[in-house]
């Protein structure tokens, strides 16, 4: 089945800067990356996502990056904010299996 | 129109009692999913179902079973409780396996 790695698992930035959180992939067969943001107590909610067809895509600040050779995609914040704090999922799925996610990164952005 | 809604919020059982998470989606969705998780461990699937009468195991389903009582419901049921169940359990559901999850708000259980 489908195994998706997450690094790092911990991240703090400095308010401004850029934050850069990266996945891997198994299963050649999987289409479709979401990245899921969840905040202290609260559900995971999606953020942004791509599919198997784009390289890349961009909304305001957030931004992924999918490599299919490499079997790696990843999620890039830019002018990072105190409201950015958060633990980020990625996940993977084809058409015929579930989302399988990583294990998370905590994200702290320090003022 | 209220998305994926699971009850209970919070639960506290002793070693050995059995219990049913309920969840339900007005959003007319084929796929639900129960993951739990656990700090350090991500969201694990437990569960899923493709579409009414469908079930089939995920990463972590042992000491539990569900239901698909219908398109709308998806049911966890923990026969006989361990305390390495506890954890938060959340249930989602997707139009289809690669497509957006919406999730609900989670149920905290502690097993004692």
């Known amino acids: 089945g489908e195994n998706v790695e997450q690094h790092p698992s911990t991240l703090s930035v400095q308010e401004g800067d850029s934050a850069v959180i990266k996945c891997t992939y198994s299963d050649s067969a999987s289409n479709y990356f979401p990245w899921y943001k969840q905040e202290l107590g609260k559900r995971p909610q999606l953020i942004i996502d791509i599919r198997s067809n784009v390289g890349e895509k961009k909304d305001q600040r957030i931004a992924v990056t999918l490599n299919k050779t490499a079997k790696h995609f990843s999620l890039h914040i830019t002018e990072t904010q105190p409201e950015d704090s958060a633990v980020y999922f990625c996940a993977a799925a084809s058409g015929n299996t579930p989302l399988v996610f990583g294990k998370g990164t905590r994200l702290s952005v320090i003022a | 129109n209220a998305g994926v809604t699971q009850t209970p919020k919070f639960q506290v059982l002793k070693t050995g009692q059995s219990m049913t998470l309920q969840c339900a989606q007005d959003?007319?969705?084929?796929?639900m999913y129960w993951y739990r998780q656990d700090p350090g461990m991500g969201l694990r699937l437990i569960y899923y179902s493709a579409s009414e009468g469908t079930t089939d195991k995920g990463e972590v389903p042992n000491g539990y079973n569900v239901s698909r009582l219908n398109k709308r419901e998806f049911s966890l049921r923990l026969e006989s409780a361990a305390p390495s169940q506890t954890s938060v359990y959340f249930c989602?559901?997707?139009?289809?396996?690669?497509?957006?999850?919406?999730f609900g708000q989670g149920t905290r259980l502690t097993v004692v």
């Open positions: 959003m007319n969705h084929n796929s």
């Open positions: 989602a559901s997707s139009a289809n396996w690669n497509t957006e999850a919406f």
